[in-house]
């Protein structure tokens, strides 16, 4: 008969691989280029479809913090600046931290809302927690 140990060993053997690191939701990181004086970033529709945003909202927050102009050509966000690729990642932080995690359970399952009056609200489907966000405008 196999004592404790041996049977406690095989079975972590038979477990599956655990993933790696904690984090169940991550977001990407921006790419993009620069054309001229221009920043061009491919990826800021499908940033804004993993954080279940509107592309447009990000955009807006985007330009607004970068304090730049700026628009969407096709799939790719053009801002009429150079901006770095750090600072854009830093913002899109900031807009998640601010429009998407619940402040209460920290978790990005959430609705952007806007009620009568046009007061936004970010309402967490997890935890049921409602609370009013700046509007972008």
Same mark, same amino acid.
């Not at 049977?7 to 993933?19: C, I, N, S, V």
């Not at 001229?36 to 909202?57: C, F, M, W, Y």
């Not at 799939?75 to 913002?91: D, H, L, P, Q, S």
């Given at each position: ?7 406690? /060993?095989?079975?972590?053997? %038979?477990?599956? $691989?655990?993933?790696? =690191? ?7 990181? #921006? !790419? =993009?280029?620069? $054309?001229?004086?221009?920043? #061009? ?6 940033? /804004?479809?993993?954080? %279940?945003?509107?592309? %447009? ?10 304090? *730049? ?12 600046? !150079?901006? =770095? ?11 998640? *931290?601010?429009?998407?995690? @619940?402040?209460? @359970? ?8 806007? $009620?009568?009056? =046009?007061?936004?609200?970010?309402? @967490?489907?997890? @935890?049921?927690? !409602? ?7």
């Amino acid at each position: 008969m196999k004592s404790y140990d041996d049977l406690l /060993a095989k079975a972590y053997t %038979e477990l599956p $691989e655990l993933m790696q =690191g904690g984090e169940r939701f991550t977001i990407d990181k #921006v !790419k =993009g280029h620069l $054309e001229g004086s221009k920043t #061009v970033i491919s990826n800021l529709k499908q940033i /804004a479809k993993t954080l %279940e945003r509107d592309p %447009e909202h990000l955009l807006k927050y985007l330009l607004r913090e970068t304090a *730049s102009a700026g628009k969407f050509s096709g799939e790719r966000a053009i801002f009429a600046a !150079k901006i =770095g690729a750090a600072t854009i990642n830093k913002k899109i932080k900031k807009y998640a *931290s601010e429009f998407v995690f @619940c402040s209460e @359970c920290g978790k990005p399952e959430t609705k952007l809302d806007v $009620e009568r009056g =046009g007061i936004s609200y970010l309402k @967490c489907q997890a @935890c049921g927690v !409602k609370k009013p966000v700046k509007s972008i405008k």
